[in-house]
Nanobody, 115 residues
Framework: QVQLVESGGGLVQPGGSLRLSCAASGSIFTIYYMEWYRQTPGKQRELVARIASGGTTNYADSAKGRFTISRDNAKNTVYLQMNTLKPEDTAVYFC?????????WGQGTQVTVSS
């Protein structure tokens, strides 16, 4: 079993920045992808960014140029640096890891962008 612990969410003003972290622990053998999703009430969870084990990254159009995903393989941790935040970035952010033993979700962390 794999556990994911997210941190870094909170309230920030428009134009501000936040850095989310997600640390994986447990029976981890190989992590292929580490991903960040977000979800707002009444909407489907959407992929924000993904990073492969080799470092290749992909971003949603809404995140390009403002968000940066990175990972520390030694710590089994993925980060999401979010800059120039907008009110429409308000959501619960979830991390997901795709591993050799299955796919796992974090519990989510709330990000609120408001003045």
């Amino acid at each position: 079993q794999v556990q994911l612990v997210e941190s870094g969410g909170g309230l920030v003003q428009p134009g501000g920045s936040l850095r989310l972290s997600c640390a994986a622990s447990g029976s981890i053998f190989t992590i292929y992808y580490m991903e960040w999703y977000r979800q707002t009430p009444g909407k489907q969870r959407e992929l924000v960014a993904r990073i492969a084990s080799g470092g290749t990254t992909n971003y949603a159009d809404s995140a390009k140029g403002r968000f940066t995903i990175s990972r520390d393989n030694a710590k089994n941790t993925v980060y999401l640096q979010m800059n120039t935040l907008k009110p429409e970035d308000t959501a619960v952010y979830f991390c997901r890891v795709l591993t050799s033993t299955g796919n796992y979700w974090g519990q989510g962390t709330q990000v609120t962008v408001s003045s």
